[in-house]
């Protein structure tokens, strides 16, 4: 399982949850640390791109080293795989945490967080970052309405989920158009585990070259939190639609905790 983090000092915390250290960006990682401004990279994207700048160092530089038929997952320190066996309030969060693979999973590809509601967003959001969205989706004022198109404009730009599926294959373009004009729900945590090799190459031939198209379209001049990282959010989004079109997946559900505030 490998972390990845923004900062340095977690190091300790996360070899004792026995996963590999992942350290974003230019921060002072030491050796120990897997880099993502190593090698062939992005990090120099990194802001935009955020947890994507590794899955590209990933597929290009540690990939082809991988064991086929093993389990290969990805966290973040501030967001984690659940063990559903140990998932009780009363357990400490080491202990919360996936360690382990169940034999149920060896029927399946991969693993896939559990669906957030975007549907349930409450009115007072809507109101204030949603105005012209629900000018131009006047359905979304009912719950059916507020699919994830809706969702994707409403805090990362109106009409650039659009532009962009312009720009994707003609393979997944109409399904996936589909996709988000209909669904109101998605797997969350922009995470996978998967046991194929053959799988995540496929999935990283696609989302990348979809991410380096649109990049010739938007560039690197979008500003504020919700569209600064752009392409980590278009990412987000084509996650789950291409893992469940394609593959055989079992989801699971995702824990929310800050590694830095957590003590063990």
Not at 230 to 245: D, G, N, S, V
């Given at each position: 399982?490998?972390?990845?983090?923004?900062?340095?000092?977690?190091?300790?915390?996360?070899?004792?949850?026995?996963?590999?250290?992942?350290?974003l960006?230019?921060?002072?990682?030491?050796?120990?640390?897997?880099?993502?401004?190593?090698?062939?990279?992005?990090?120099?994207?990194?802001?935009?791109?955020?947890?994507?700048?590794?899955?590209?160092?990933?597929?290009?530089?540690?990939?082809h080293?991988?064991?086929?038929?093993?389990?290969?997952g990805?966290?973040?320190?501030r967001?984690?795989w659940?063990d559903?066996?140990?998932?009780?309030k009363?357990?400490?969060?080491?202990?919360?945490?996936?360690?382990?693979?169940?034999?149920?999973?060896e029927?399946?590809?991969?693993?896939?967080?559990?669906?957030?509601?975007?549907?349930?967003?409450?009115?007072?959001?809507?109101?204030?970052?949603?105005?012209?969205?629900?000018?131009?989706?006047?359905?979304?004022?009912?719950?059916?309405?507020?699919?994830?198109?809706?969702?994707?404009?409403?805090?990362?730009?109106?009409?650039?989920?659009?532009?962009?599926?312009?720009?994707?294959?003609?393979?997944?373009?109409?399904?996936?158009?589909?996709?988000?004009?209909?669904?109101?729900?998605?797997n969350?945590?922009?995470?996978?585990?998967?046991?194929?090799?053959?799988?995540?190459?496929?999935?990283?031939?696609?989302v990348?070259?979809?991410?380096?198209?649109?990049?010739?379209?938007?560039?690197?001049?979008?500003?504020?939190?919700?569209?600064?990282?752009?392409?980590?959010?278009?990412?987000?989004?084509?996650?789950?639609?291409?893992?469940?079109?394609?593959?055989?997946?079992?989801?699971?559900?995702?824990?929310?905790?800050d590694l830095?505030?957590?003590?063990?």
């Amino acid at each position: 399982m490998y972390c990845i983090c923004i900062h340095d000092n977690l190091l300790n915390k996360v070899k004792k949850l026995n996963y590999i250290p992942v350290g974003l960006g230019d921060d002072n990682f030491n050796e120990e640390w897997i880099r993502d401004n190593t090698k062939k990279n992005i990090s120099n994207k990194n802001k935009y791109y955020g947890e994507y700048s590794f899955h590209y160092w990933f597929w290009k530089n540690e990939i082809h080293k991988i064991v086929d038929n093993k389990w290969i997952g990805f966290c973040a320190y501030r967001r984690f795989w659940l063990d559903s066996n140990n998932e009780s309030k009363k357990n400490k969060f080491k202990n919360k945490i996936l360690k382990n693979v169940p034999e149920k999973w060896e029927k399946y590809d991969v693993i896939l967080g559990d669906q957030i509601k975007i549907n349930e967003i409450p009115w007072i959001k809507i109101i204030k970052y949603g105005k012209i969205s629900l000018f131009n989706t006047p359905k979304a004022i009912f719950k059916n309405g507020r699919t994830i198109k809706f969702h994707f404009d409403m805090f990362h730009g109106n009409g650039v989920l659009d532009k962009a599926i312009d720009q994707l294959n003609e393979d997944d373009r109409e399904d996936f158009r589909k996709y988000v004009n209909t669904r109101t729900t998605y797997n969350q945590g922009n995470m996978f585990i998967c046991k194929s090799k053959k799988i995540i190459i496929n999935y990283y031939n696609a989302v990348f070259d979809w991410l380096d198209r649109c990049e010739k379209i938007f560039g690197f001049k979008m500003q504020g939190y919700g569209k600064i990282r752009i392409y980590a959010f278009l990412a987000e989004r084509f996650l789950p639609f291409w893992f469940t079109k394609y593959t055989n997946y079992l989801e699971l559900p995702i824990i929310f905790s800050d590694l830095r505030e957590e003590n063990f």
